[in-house]
């Protein structure tokens, strides 16, 4: 395989894992997207943020934000907040319910991941760990795209 054929097949590989980790969220909680959850656990690991620092973060729309905050809001997960240190700016935050779904999701995740994994060799789990680290970390100029 040259690298063009091994880059054709990581990108067909990744649009794999990309709908079945869509196809997945639906199966874990009806009502969590992919998108919903990982909303979710960056609020939980940044302790609470803007609508507009979530878009920025994860390369999206406002707009696809602000329905998907909308949604969490309306379920009981998120809640805002005023910042006290600007009274203007509303921040979003976990509500209790919020964090639990999220521990039963990411939970549910986690096992999956492990019996997925459970037969790797301990260096390829590690090289393949190293590699998504390093394909995520990647910004360059294409990395509001998807993928």
Known sequence: MDAREAVETIQREMTVF?????????RLHPELSL???TLLGHLEDSG???ATDLAAHYALDKSTVSRQV?????S???ERRQD????RVQVLHLTDAGRGILAQVTESRRA???ERLAAWPEPDLERFAEYLV?????????????G
């Open 18 to 26: 990309a709908r079945r980790a869509r196809a997945s969220a639906g």
């Open 35 to 37: 998108v919903s959850y």
């Open 48 to 50: 609470g943020c803007r």
């Open 70 to 74: 909308t949604a969490l809001e309306r």
């Open 76 to 78: 009981g997960l998120i």
């Open 84 to 87: 006290p240190a600007d009274h």
């Open 112 to 114: 999956a991941f492990h």
């Open 134 to 146: 390093r394909y995520n970390a990647w910004g360059g100029s294409g990395a509001r795209e998807a």
